[in-house]
């Protein structure tokens, strides 16, 4: 079944999956995470991050917080093995991130970029990371959201627990995004958004928004 038809199915039904159907012992999100491996190990990128974004879409439909985070983790064991491997190579020898291989597979790893409770106090060094297709970067010091309309793949932002009060046109010409979690910010106004108009999920619970 091709990647972005199997997105389409999970959009739709993403709950049935993560549900333990009649006769079985595990939802079907357990067995689909036990065969990762396998299952993308002919899959190009782009197919890749298809499948992932699918997996993902089910995990977001999981209302057990510490089931979700044990689904995500083993969703994110491969990538984060791989880039255990590349930072461990690199200590021995700076060259070795001049490969072509490496660089790919660095530029595909880096399609995800998980920052959050790391302190940071700017988000302006993640614009020239033009193959982003999600970021997320909540429980940090950021007071003020970049321009991102350079991003072009970007479409999951999470910006949650910031102390981020306006948006400005950070996000004008980002026409991408399709998931934005903005809660527990200290947003006043929200205006900006009507330039997402592709928009399905919005979280901006716990603002000083007015509607």
Not at 98 to 127: F, G, H, P, Y
Not at 194 to 209: G, I, P, V, Y
Request: hydrophobic share 40%.
């Amino acid at each position: 079944m091709a990647c972005d038809t199997f997105l389409k199915i999970v959009e739709k039904y993403k709950c049935k999956f993560v549900i333990v159907p009649l006769g079985e012992s595990e939802p079907f999100i357990f067995e689909l995470l036990t065969s990762l491996p396998t299952t993308i190990v002919d899959l190009e990128p782009h197919q890749i991050h298809s499948f992932y974004e699918s997996v993902s879409n089910m995990i977001q439909a999981e209302s057990d917080l510490q089931k979700r985070d044990e689904y995500l983790k083993r969703l994110m064991e491969l990538p984060n093995q791989k880039w255990v491997e590349i930072i461990g190579q690199a200590r021995h020898s700076v060259d070795f991130l001049k490969d072509q291989d490496v660089i790919r597979t660095v530029l595909n790893i880096l399609q995800v970029l998980n920052a959050s409770k790391n302190k940071l106090k700017s988000m302006d060094e993640v614009r020239s990371l033009l193959s982003l297709r999600a970021l997320i970067l909540n429980d940090n010091e950021i007071v003020s959201i970049c321009r991102l309309d350079q991003l072009k793949e970007l479409n999951t932002l999470v910006l949650s627990r910031n102390p981020i009060n306006k948006l400005g046109e950070s996000l004008v010409k980002v026409k991408s995004i399709t998931k934005l979690s903005l809660s527990n910010c200290q947003l006043q106004a929200i205006d900006s958004l009507k330039s997402c108009t592709e928009l399905k999920e919005l979280r901006l619970a716990h603002n000083d928004t007015k509607y």
